[in-house]
């Protein structure tokens, strides 16, 4: 028998939502698995200085035993879709995830710790808002190579002044719960890290502000004051974000099997895939389908609930 442990998240927008004893029936109704404990949580509404407003969400967290192994249980969570488990997102993870073992928390940045697409903000100073974010959809649907469609869309800032970067950077929100996630690593001396295929310019501040471990994205090329189009050394892409985690884990004596990785986009699949844990974040079905959980509303916090946190 494999030990487990199950989260269940609700999902935004769900017109329904299963009570605790409806998640207990449901689980526990999948062949070959014992639900041993369980608890409803109520998470209230989040606000918090510099990010976005937080909506409150219900999450249920089980542990037990099952018949096969993680994979396998996965599997059968990912068929059900009756009315006891409606209105919920449900994970199954390792339980040894929530020891006190050190971990490593690597994120993606654009559309998980920050709500912001970088990229998008600065084409529409640049007058090209409406073409570059379809290309940034395309990109992070995994439908065309990264490296080409961001030399692409770096190549219409050319002109800009540096000055549109520090104000874009101003105006970064952070996703909810983006704050309260960051600390619960930190206060423990877990090293929270983020790598972006964004841009170090952007990222920075932010990093500064959050005082974040490690901080990775590429680099806007800037002569005289003003945007070049270009970018200056190796890109940020599906593969620097794997080999940045893996540096990282291994500068930080992490164990490989206590470190956990949240993104969005296609470019994350090599990153979460390296992971113990990879989470997705309200993320591109090209992403989903490869993550070991999934969360499908807008707090970043709820991260926590898969490590004990």
Not at 12 to 32: H, M, N, Y
Not at 260 to 284: P, Q, R, W, Y
Request: some cysteine; glycine content about 10%.
């Amino acid at each position: 028998m494999t030990n487990v442990k199950i989260v269940a998240l609700s999902v935004d927008g769900a017109v329904r939502v299963a009570g605790e004893g409806d998640l207990f029936a449901g689980l526990s109704s999948i062949e070959g698995l014992e639900i041993e404990a369980g608890i409803m949580i109520d998470v209230p509404a989040s606000e918090c200085e510099g990010e976005a407003a937080g909506p409150a969400y219900a999450v249920y967290v089980a542990e037990g035993k099952f018949r096969g192994s993680l994979a396998d249980l996965r599997a059968a969570v990912n068929v059900r879709e009756d009315v006891l488990l409606e209105g919920f997102e449900v994970s199954v993870v390792d339980p040894e995830l929530s020891s006190d073992e050190k971990k490593l928390l690597v994120m993606d940045v654009d559309s998980t710790l920050i709500c912001q697409e970088v990229i998008d903000e600065l084409a529409g100073h640049a007058g090209r808002a409406e073409a570059v974010a379809s290309v940034t959809e395309q990109a992070m649907r995994g439908e065309i190579d990264f490296e080409h469609s961001l030399r692409t869309r770096v190549g219409v800032l050319e002109g800009l002044s540096e000055h549109v970067v520090d104000e874009v950077a101003a105006r970064i929100v952070l996703t909810p719960g983006a704050t309260a996630l960051v600390e619960a690593f930190l206060e423990r001396d877990y090293p929270v890290a983020v790598v972006s295929g964004g841009f170090v310019q952007v990222l920075k501040p932010v990093a500064q502000r959050l005082n974040l471990s490690y901080a990775r994205a590429n680099v806007l090329e800037i002569e005289n004051g003003v945007l070049t189009g270009g970018l200056l050394g190796d890109i940020i892409d599906g593969q620097a974000k794997k080999d940045a985690l893996q540096e990282w884990a291994k500068e930080e004596g992490v164990s490989k099997d206590q470190v956990i990785a949240v993104g969005d986009g296609a470019n994350d699949i090599l990153m979460v895939e390296a992971a113990a844990l990879g989470i997705g974040f309200n993320s591109k079905s090209a992403l989903a389908e490869v993550a070991d959980a999934r969360i499908e509303i807008q707090r970043l916090d709820a991260v926590r609930h898969f490590v004990g946190l």
